[in-house]
């Protein structure tokens, strides 16, 4: 896609000077992206004794898989995963099912009040989750349920984002197709699924990217609700590999956090070649 | 309210049944069924420290084996002291406490301040437990009104980390400097021989404890952070001190990072102030032998690292409890198995006497020096550990003082600040 862009616009005005700095911009960002995702990798494939060491070394030698096998082993990590997977999950469905459900009605069903709901919704989005985890943790507690999935995922499911972004999607979708669907005698949930849904797909698959992502990546209210590995994610689990009064054995922790991320950059080169197809599709329609 | 119908009484009734179920929706916290009634499991929130929670299984299952009839829960209280103590302000609101907590230096005096933990004085009276085999400035540390809020579990010191292949290629003899005086005659043969890429002398930064290891270089010229609750930085002998720490970084003597242990053990420092709970990680990376060494100054060593403290809002019953588990974690045995695991200080005087531990030291002559230290250690000052927000904010004007700002205008305003935090936020409570 990005390069499509870019050889037909650079034929027309490209100057050797410009493309040279396209060229080393396009470097420097690679680098700065790269260069610590690399240092995680090699990091945790090292021995102990060659982390820290001058002149540094830039690739493992001996290389070894010890780390891999004590994060595995040191820590009970399938279980870690397995909960990391479930939370992801039903989080991410609930956020998803909510926020599809509530931009539509919030966009395209007339009801009264239907900028005061959207507006609360919005106000929502400005309150920053650390405020309200005192008062979500004492309702939790209360209610018997830390310790549990719904405890860690129920206050979580609230989606302000997903709710505003898919509903600016909606509005931008051209009003004659919606209508005309309508006098095709297209019922309300009829007209979501195959008029606006499918019209829809590169926002959806954006907005379930980053729900996903942050969902698994979640760590202040999962740590406060889960007391051991029987609910807690493996970004808490992760943890329990680092020493806190320094002298950090940094393998364990790399090989950890590349485990960690797997999974998601597996899901993400999935994800995108969806997102670019969407993004595809939607031009050649309009 | 004498013509108060009976419609009207339950109307108004009605209202404040909703009022108290949306209160309690709101979670208002304040919930008296969840922290009363004995029996269950003792909960222990920990943060292992020091990557010890088979450690830590492994003395709890002694403590049962010992205590038919108890059994203990472990729980990951989180990556570090703070954690504990957010997840414990987090229960304190909500309910569901736990019955132990591990309590750092720093955390555990705004909890005692508050009433939140218990004062273990009475619950160990009762209980027919003797605190005299602590070691008596770690014990200490925990005392305020004259009560004891915690019981010491996981405490550190900071160590004097040298190079041996460096120092004796600097003519030095095999052993740490005695006072700082004597290591800024050193300095310039260090950095002769480390060459100008190297540094003599590492530290942690502002925003990592330089202001718990500053305090041995208060202390070691006389000067100090505070007295009781009076800031005392801008104490001619605190800024001398100051000035001796801007001098050395104006020298290029010293240098700050956020984890000396790691610049230490690639070999970039000649010598590093760390916590002894360092040691192991150390050994374990560096690839040359070193030494350790007491903190220069005699008598000049803070002591630092957690308690294990119980939460006031318990039963009795709870307490009793509670109190018989810490004292297990904690007895010569048990500090015995924990310290050896991870380099923590052992916190009973007997421990020095016990088998397992005096093999132990043979073997191990750098973790010796760091317990034969603990005799010289002194607890720390008030500004720093019980003051609110009180090791950031020294932290702060530590940073700035090396950066080459004036000493005694900033350790002036630091004194400012810490007194303001002190009158009203402490004294007060007092």
């Known amino acids: 896609m990005s390069t499509h862009l870019q050889v037909s616009q650079g034929d027309r005005h490209r100057t050797p000077l410009m493309s040279v700095a396209g060229y080393a911009a396009m470097i420097v960002v690679v680098l700065v992206i790269a260069v610590p995702l690399f240092w995680i990798l090699i990091t945790s494939f090292k021995e102990r004794q060659d982390i820290y060491v001058r002149p540094a070394q830039y690739w493992p030698s001996p290389a070894t898989t010890d780390n891999y096998r004590d994060t595995v082993t040191s820590i009970p990590f399938p279980a870690y995963f397995r909960n990391s997977l479930i939370i992801t999950a039903l989080l991410a469905a609930a956020k998803i099912t909510l926020g599809v459900l509530s931009a539509y009605a919030l966009s395209l069903l007339r009801f009264p009040g239907r900028n005061l709901v959207f507006l609360v919704v919005i106000a929502a989005l400005m309150v920053p989750n650390q405020i309200t985890v005192i008062s979500n943790y004492a309702l939790i507690a209360q209610l018997g349920w830390r310790n549990t999935f719904q405890g860690i995922v129920i206050p979580l499911a609230g989606v302000a984002f997903g709710t505003f972004l898919m509903r600016n999607q909606f509005l931008s979708l051209p009003g004659e197709i919606i209508e005309a669907a309508r006098l095709d005698g297209a019922g309300p949930m009829k007209l979501l699924w195959r008029v606006v849904m499918p019209m829809s797909w590169p926002t959806l698959v954006a907005f379930s990217l980053i729900t996903v992502v942050n969902e698994w990546n979640e760590y202040l209210w999962p740590f406060l609700m889960s007391d051991n590995e029987k609910t807690a994610p493996l970004q808490v689990g992760l943890t329990l590999l680092q020493n806190n009064e320094g002298g950090n054995n940094w393998g364990p922790v790399m090989a950890g956090t590349v485990l960690t991320v797997l999974p998601i950059l597996i899901l993400f080169l999935f994800l995108q070649r969806q997102m670019i197809k969407g993004l595809t599709a939607g031009a050649v329609k309009s | ?430």
Request: hydrophobic share 40%.
């Open chain 2, 1 to 430: 309210m004498n013509d108060l119908t009976r419609r009207g009484f339950l109307g108004l009734a009605g209202a404040a049944g909703v009022a108290a179920g949306l209160a309690a929706c709101a979670g208002s916290g304040s919930s008296p069924t969840s922290s009363a009634g004995g029996g269950g499991p003792i909960q222990f929130w920990s943060n292992h420290p020091g990557t010890s929670k088979d450690t830590e299984t492994k003395i709890i299952e002694a403590f049962q084996k010992a205590n038919p009839g108890f059994t203990v829960s472990l729980i990951d209280g989180g990556k570090n002291y703070e954690e504990v103590a957010q997840k414990f302000n987090a229960a304190l609101a909500g309910g569901q406490l736990p019955d132990v907590i591990v309590a750092s230096d720093v955390t555990w005096f705004n909890f005692a301040l508050n009433k939140q933990l218990a004062p273990l004085d009475d619950l160990l009276a009762a209980a027919g437990l003797k605190t005299d085999d602590y070691v008596d400035a770690l014990y200490n540390d925990y005392t305020f009104n004259g009560k004891h809020y915690a019981l010491p579990f996981a405490r550190s010191t900071p160590l004097f980390y040298y190079n041996k292949a460096i120092w004796s290629a600097a003519g030095l003899p095999d052993r740490g400097p005695a006072t700082w005086a004597e290591f800024k005659e050193w300095a310039p043969k260090l950095a002769a021989v480390v060459g100008a890429d190297k540094v003599p002398l590492q530290m942690a930064d502002g925003s990592n404890y330089l202001d718990w290891y500053f305090q041995n270089m208060a202390w070691s010229m006389g000067g100090q952070l505070s007295k009781e609750w009076t800031a005392t930085a801008s104490d001619p002998k605190t800024v001398a001190a100051g000035t001796f720490l801007q001098e050395l970084a104006k020298n290029k003597w010293v240098k700050f990072s956020k984890s000396p242990d790691a610049e230490f053990s690639a070999g970039i420092a000649a010598c590093a102030l760390q916590s002894t709970g360092t040691l192991g990680g150390i050994t374990k990376n560096a690839k040359f032998d070193f030494g350790t060494a007491f903190l220069p100054g005699d008598g000049a060593c803070p002591t630092g690292g957690a308690g294990v403290a119980i939460p006031a809002g318990l039963s009795d019953e709870r307490k009793k409890n509670a109190v018989k588990f810490i004292e297990y974690l904690t007895n010569v045995e048990s500090t015995v198995t924990f310290t050896q695991a991870t380099g923590y200080m052992p916190v009973r005087k007997s421990a020095l006497n016990n088998d397992a531990e005096k093999a132990f030291l043979e073997k191990n002559p750098r973790a010796k020096v760091a317990v034969q230290q603990l005799a010289k250690t002194r607890s720390q000052d008030n500004a720093r550990v019980l003051v609110p927000g009180g090791g950031a904010r020294i932290g702060k004007a530590l940073d700035q003082i090396v950066q080459g700002q004036d000493v005694a205008t900033v350790f002036a305003a630091l004194d400012k600040e810490t007194q303001a935090a002190i009158d009203s936020q402490i004294k007060p409570k007092l």
